[in-house]
């Protein structure tokens, strides 16, 4: 199956039901009222994380996804049909980034998290929800709120406890090959490793640990150069790193010097990635002109790296092909993750969900003099009036006042003929005295 880790869908919930508008009429009885039922609520989409998967690639394929609309409602009080969310299975580590808003709106990191992505409409009042003493017999009623549509780019980020990086080549898939239970492509030339790899580490009977190696970084990763930050987001989430450095003399490059590039690029990328803990590891010890190598640059790091020594970093050698060093090294790996807790937001049983305060209603003047009222609660109040009702105009007029609109319109100094819009609903201002204000609907389009 193909690796896929970022796709873009478009996500709608459902319409909720309109509110029915009906009277009671039976025989023999000579008192009738209104008995319209309300609107049912539309579905969610839902993203639900599951530990099964580890692609979206069949998200690649179906980027479109609608959930179904409420019932109407019916007479006799009868209530229309609310929906069920529609329910959009993705990997464990998916974030939703929704890219009109530019924010993260949820991030899945345990198996059975669910996160409602755009919410179901709810159902409008039928008619008997409005039956007072003064208004007994009311014919109007709200229709189905309209459901949330957004267009999210679906990120995946590998869960580790512990992440490998290096150059390409350096052993990395070699290293988690002999230690888990993953079974990478391995092969001797650059860029072998086109997809993270992920592996359960046994440590003991009671313990393990989930390693990932990521496709080999060069210089420029940070920004997109070889295989770049394509993969390098697999490893935010990681505790400890295992930094996995090539000592053989075939590769022609100076280990040092590549312990320097690796350490750049993470920095770069991130800057919490530089202080995650780490093991450098010098890989191809059974290599004789390697081992030396390698037992020389032991010493040279700390020399020329000085935050090496000052963060106490362990530094072993090992053969990922023999195996020489490798237990020690898983070893010190699982110590490693025992004293560092989780990155945060990752593993975590909370529910990650950004939400922004929004305000009721705002007021921009159109170079064309137009007033333009947007915001979520005005255009909702709107979208759900029936607007060829006269009863149900006077009541929108009602709400708006109540919400606000009208004080706020006249201080940015509105006058009459005005023409004011919210969504699809048009009006030309009429405030006729100071006694009371009149707003006369001058077109409307749905």
């Not at 996804?65 to 009868?78: F, H, I, Q, S």
């Not at 030339?189 to 592996?199: A, I, K, M």
């Not at 440590?203 to 060069?218: H, K, R, T, Y």
Request: aromatic content about 6%; glycine content about 10%; charged content about 25%.
């Amino acid at each position: 199956m193909d690796f896929i880790d970022e796709v873009t869908i478009h996500v709608a919930s459902g319409k909720g039901g309109d509110g029915a508008v009906t009277f009671r009429r039976e025989k023999h009885v000579p008192h009738g009222g209104p008995n319209g039922g309300d609107g049912g609520a539309g579905g969610d989409v839902t993203l639900l994380a599951d530990q099964s998967l580890n692609t979206l690639v069949e998200l690649r394929y179906s980027s479109r996804y609608k959930a179904a609309d409420g019932g109407r409602g019916a007479t006799n009080n009868k209530s229309g049909v609310s929906q069920s969310p529609l329910i959009i299975r993705v990997p464990v580590g998916v974030s939703a980034f929704d890219l009109d808003e530019q924010r993260v709106i949820a991030d899945l990191v345990f198996d059975g998290q669910t996160e409602v992505v755009a919410r179901g409409g709810r159902g409008g009042r039928g008619n008997a929800s409005f039956a007072s003493s003064t208004n007994q017999a009311p014919k109007y009623a709200e229709k189905g709120e309209p459901g949330e549509e957004r267009s999210l780019r679906l990120e995946l980020r590998l869960l580790a406890d512990v992440g490998v990086v290096g150059f390409p080549s350096s052993g990395k898939s070699t290293l988690i090959a002999a230690v888990s239970n993953a079974r990478p492509k391995i092969a001797d030339y650059p860029f072998t490793t086109l997809v993270p790899n992920l592996g359960v580490v046994r440590v003991s009977a009671e313990e393990s640990f989930v390693m990932a190696d990521v496709p080999g970084l060069i210089e420029g990763a940070h920004e997109g150069a070889g295989l770049g930050h394509r993969f390098l987001r697999h490893i935010e989430r990681t505790r400890v790193l295992i930094h996995l450095i090539d000592c053989s003399p075939l590769t022609g490059r100076d280990p040092l010097e590549d312990y320097g590039v690796i350490r750049r690029e993470l920095l770069r990328y991130s800057s919490d990635l530089g202080e995650r803990p780490e093991i450098i590891a010098l890989n191809k010890i059974d290599i004789p002109e390697a081992r030396q190598r390698a037992q020389e640059c032991s010493k040279e790091l700390p020399l020329r790296y000085p935050e090496i020594a000052e963060r106490g970093e362990l530094i072993r050698l090992v053969s990922t092909v023999t195996g020489e060093g490798v237990q020690q090294l898983v070893w010190d790996a699982a110590e490693l993750v025992r004293q560092t807790p989780k990155v945060a937001g990752a593993q975590s049983d909370e529910v990650v969900r950004i939400e922004g305060p929004q305000a009721p209603f705002t007021i921009d003047r159109e170079a064309t003099g137009e007033f333009v009222v947007k915001g979520r609660e005005a255009l909702r109040i709107v979208a759900m009036t029936d607007l060829d009702n006269e009863q149900a105009l006077r009541r929108l007029q009602q709400r708006l006042d109540r919400l606000g609109v009208f004080k706020q319109l006249r201080r940015l100094g509105i006058r009459n003929d005005d023409t004011v819009r919210i969504g699809d609903f048009e009006f030309d201002w009429l405030d006729e005295n100071a006694a009371g204000e009149q707003v006369a609907p001058a077109s409307q389009s749905e």
